[in-house]
C-alpha cells in the first residue's frame, strides 16, 4: 500500500465488522430533543427540536455527506485523515484511530456524525456517558448513502441544498447509465483496495453499485462475505476482463505481479487493463462516488468517452 492510502484502508478494514451491525439497544439516552423525528443506520430514533449548530463527523465520508447536504458550516472539527471539501481542512482535527475522545469533547458538540461501515458501534457508549449524541449514517449501499444526503439536511435544516444535490447527483448516475447500458456485452472485473493483501467488496456494497453504473460486471458480489480477502487462487480461475484497485499514483501493472507472480497470466495483465482509481474516491462512501464510477467507466469503455469529445 502506498503512505497516502495506509490510514483510509486500516479504518476500513478494521471497522468493517462492526459497521455493518445493526443495533439498537442503545437509543434511549440519545433521544434529547422535540421536533424533527429521524432514525439513524442502527435503527435508533431521534428527535430534534431545532437544528444541531456545533456538529463533528468522525468519518470522512459522513463529512462529504455533511458538507454536500450544504452542513459544512455547522462542522466544528473533523477527522485526521479527512482530505475534502477544501472549505473543512483548516477546521480542529483529531484521531479516530484511536478515536481521540478528548479533542473531540473539548470541541462542545451539539452531535456527531459517524458511518456505519466506518466506525465501530461501541463507541455509542462512550458518547453517551459524555452526553454527546451521535447519529450514526447508513454507508453500506449507494442508495443508503444518497439518502444519507437528504437526512443530513433534515436534521441541520438545509434541506433545499441537501435536496438540490440529492437530485444532481440522480442526474450524473442516470447520465451514465445511459451511456454504458447501451454496451451490448460487459468485461469482467473486480476491485481490489490493495495490490499487496487482495481485499475487496462483496456483496451489497456501495461498490458494487459503482461497477454497474460503470458497466463492469463485477466478480465478487455473489461472494459469502461482504469484506472478502480474494485467493489468488479464485483471481485466477475468475481471469477478469480488468484488474481496478487503489494501488496509489506510481502504479504500474508490472507492480502487481511484485505480490501476485501467477496473474502474468490474466487476460487483465496481457491486455493491460489493470488501472489505478483514486482511492479518496471510492474508498469513502460518498457522494464523490459518482466521480468514481465515471472514472471506472472510462477505463473499462474508453470508446464511449472518445464519442462524447469528437461530439458523436
Known amino acids: 500500500m502506498r503512505p497516502r492510502f495506509v490510514t483510509t484502508l486500516l479504518i476500513l ?17 440519545l433521544t434529547h430533543r422535540v421536533g424533527v423525528d429521524v432514525e439513524d443506520a442502527l435503527g435508533r430514533k431521534f428527535v430534534f427540536d431545532q437544528p444541531p449548530v456545533r456538529v463533528v463527523t468522525i468519518a470522512p465520508g459522513a463529512t462529504e455527506v455533511v458538507a454536500a447536504a450544504g452542513g459544512a ?5 473533523i477527522s485526521n485523515v479527512d482530505s475534502y471539501p477544501p472549505e473543512v481542512l483548516s477546521l480542529p482535527t483529531f484521531s479516530v484511530l484511536p478515536l481521540d475522545i478528548e479533542t473531540i469533547t473539548s470541541l462542545d458538540p451539539d452531535l456527531v456524525f459517524a458511518s456505519n461501515q466506518i466506525n465501530d458501534p461501541e463507541d455509542i457508549d462512550v458518547f453517551s456517558a459524555l452526553n454527546i449524541p451521535v447519529f450514526y449514517l447508513d454507508a453500506s449501499s449507494w442508495d443508503a448513502v444518497h439518502n444519507s444526503i437528504l437526512t443530513v439536511g433534515v436534521i ?31 468485461p469482467e472485473g473486480i476491485f481490489l483496495i490493495s495490490d499487496v493483501t487482495s481485499w475487496s467488496f462483496g456483496p451489497g456494497s456501495y461498490v458494487q453499485d459503482i461497477f454497474k453504473w460503470a458497466g463492469i460486471a463485477t466478480l465478487t458480489d455473489s461472494y459469502d462475505t461482504p469484506a472478502p480477502i480474494l485467493s489468488d487462487e479464485f483471481v485466477l480461475l475468475s481471469d477478469p476482463d480488468i484488474i481496478l484497485g487503489t494501488f496509489g499514483d506510481d502504479f504500474t501493472p508490472d507492480d502487481i505481479l511484485k505480490h501476485h507472480p501467477t496473474w502474468k497470466t490474466l487476460s487483465a495483465y496481457k491486455n493491460g487493463r489493470i488501472y489505478s482509481v483514486e482511492a479518496d474516491l471510492i474508498l469513502r462512501p460518498g457522494p464523490r462516488n459518482v466521480l468514481a464510477a465515471y472514472q471506472l467507466a472510462e477505463f473499462a469503455h474508453p470508446q464511449l468517452f472518445t464519442a462524447l469529445d469528437e461530439g458523436h
Open 156 to 186: 441541520l435544516d438545509t434541506g433545499s441544498t441537501a435536496t438540490a444535490r440529492h437530485d444532481s447527483l440522480t442526474t450524473r448516475i442516470e447520465h451514465l447509465k445511459g451511456l454504458t447500458e447501451q454496451l451490448e456485452t460487459l
Open 13 to 29: 478494514i478494521a471497522f468493517a465488522a462492526a459497521g455493518c451491525s445493526r443495533s439498537s439497544s442503545e437509543s434511549d439516552s
Open 73 to 77: 458550516r455547522s462542522l466544528v472539527g
